[in-house]
């Protein structure tokens, strides 16, 4: 079971960037998907979820009306497109596989796989 997330890099404040998380060794459907970050000397937190279907999303409500998580299950993928974005979304964005959803989770022990992180930098 592996999911390697990727996409992360440098962008200035108000820039897009989209991430990606490739799942492999398992049936991605079975899994609800669950972005997370963390940024420098703070906790893991909670970006967005989303079911196996896609019929159950959630977010973060510092990510709501900017950030949109999909998957495309015939690709073993999922996305997480960020949009107008902020220098206090830099982060490493991690990529989780939650077996037990739904009902989603918006806390990390609730996921039982994890990628290895991008890092997403937000600066001028």
């Known amino acids: 079971v592996q999911l390697q997330a990727s996409g992360g890099g440098l962008v200035q404040p108000g820039d897009s960037l989209r991430l990606s998380c490739v799942a492999s060794g398992w049936p991605f459907t079975n899994y609800a998907i669950g972005w997370f970050r963390q940024a420098p000397e703070k906790e893991r937190e909670f970006v967005a979820a989303?079911?196996?279907?896609?019929?159950?999303?959630d977010y973060a409500d510092s990510v709501k009306g900017r950030f949109t998580i999909s998957r495309d299950n015939a690709k073993n993928t999922a996305y997480l497109q960020m949009n107008r974005m902020e220098p206090e979304d830099t982060a490493v964005y991690y990529c989780a596989a939650d077996r037990r959803a739904p009902p989603l989770t918006p806390q990390p022990a609730g996921y039982d796989y994890w990628g290895q992180g991008t890092l997403v930098t937000v600066s001028s």
């Open positions: 989303i079911s196996w279907s896609g019929g159950y999303i």
